[in-house]
């Protein structure tokens, strides 16, 4: 572990304490790529080789694969901070994002949806004005994670995704935004299949810590049923 | 070759045609994956497994590596067309492309610069306010690509870049709008590295087909001199 706000754990060595302690092979990666990992094991990416998973909750994080491999790169992405168009007129919140106001997670997380309308999210109905809005900026993040990815598939998650309302307003912004550009079928005709939710949910954290297992150095791919 | 707007091109077997008559493999891909072989070989991503190439001229394209691997997915990356916030008292421009109005090409590209400032990009001087705004918006993708892929470096090209005086700009904004969250020396201390321009210039074209052919079933790494 490198730096992190989490008092205490800054500089920790933590895979190698559990790997002496245990005498078995660690490996370490975010609860994203956890999710990743775990949702192309045995989730909604499975038999998938290039896809993202955005989780939106408290904040907005992201991870994905590339052609089969976890996208890690500089640091790793940190796609829930993605700039976005915003009109100022038909949403004059300025977002709280304490590092780019608004971008990404500064409009869209749980938290940005409750200062904007005075209420948590999940008392909001599922006809309030708050979840066109949310629609709006997923979908805009979605579109410029095809652009830059060519995902198969964009698998969304988190708290604020259990707004089931929001997958058809979504997909449906995706392709009117894309405007045909992208010229597949994926998009053109099976948008459904596109924007998907997770299928693993609250057990992705831990199915992807044993995805990640099987990835580590004398890992097994055998240890764990199908 | 599937759909093409090119004119008699569409559904033609160009690579099997290539192959038969010359009894060689034959491999297919992008102008700007090409680039992007050549220069992780021989040019200014030497070295890297993780970063973008993005062309900036009549078009924008744009394409990468992650984890050493092309970037294909679901088609190509089309990190042109990716959407940006705009501010319309600061630049009322709409935008010309056809698809999607005011994204990166629409309001980036050599054609969105004549069109704004009624010259052609190449007759405007260096300190000309369209550089300043030009830096703006590739400074905002820039900024996305790194959220989104989180590459080792990020290359421009192409024939709006030939204003160099446009790299000092975008780094400097690229490094403001980041704010420091990406937490990496490579952004915080070099950015110079980390936004630069391409090494192999022309030649990137010719360099890439030769990178990859080597990457071609039965290509050889060893018959280009290093």
Redesign the interface.
């Known amino acids: 572990m490198t730096?992190t706000p989490k008092p205490g754990w800054a500089q920790t060595d933590l895979a190698g304490t559990v790997s002496r302690e245990t005498g078995v092979p660690v490996e370490f990666d975010t609860d994203v790529n956890g999710a990743v990992l775990g949702e192309q094991r045995w989730g909604a990416a499975r038999g998938l080789d290039?896809f993202v998973y955005v989780t939106v909750g408290t904040g907005i994080g992201?991870g994905g694969m590339?052609?089969?491999?976890?996208?890690?790169?500089?640091?790793?992405?940190?796609?829930?901070?993605?700039?976005?168009?915003?009109d100022p007129e038909a949403d004059p919140y300025e977002g709280h994002c304490p590092?780019?106001g608004?971008c990404l997670e500064g409009l869209a997380s749980g938290p940005a949806i409750e200062k904007r309308w005075g209420r948590p999210a999940s008392e909001l109905p599922p006809d309030h004005p708050a979840w066109t809005l949310e629609a709006e900026y997923l979908a805009?993040a979605a579109?410029?994670?095809?652009?830059?990815?060519?995902?198969?598939r964009i698998i969304l998650g988190g708290g604020v995704m259990a707004q089931a309302q929001l997958f058809p307003e979504i997909r449906r912004r995706v392709k009117e935004?894309?405007?045909?550009?992208?010229?597949?079928a994926?998009?053109l005709h099976e948008i459904d299949a596109y924007v998907v939710p997770p299928a693993l949910a609250g057990r992705a954290g831990v199915l992807g810590a044993l995805a990640l297992a099987e990835l580590a150095p004398g890992g097994r791919r055998d240890f764990v049923s199908q």
């Open positions: 730096t290039t992201g590339a052609a089969g491999r976890l996208l890690h790169g500089l640091v790793h992405p940190e796609m829930g901070h993605m700039l976005l168009p915003r590092f780019h608004d805009l579109v410029n994670l095809t652009l830059v990815l060519s995902p198969q935004r894309l405007s045909g550009y992208v010229r597949s994926a998009i």
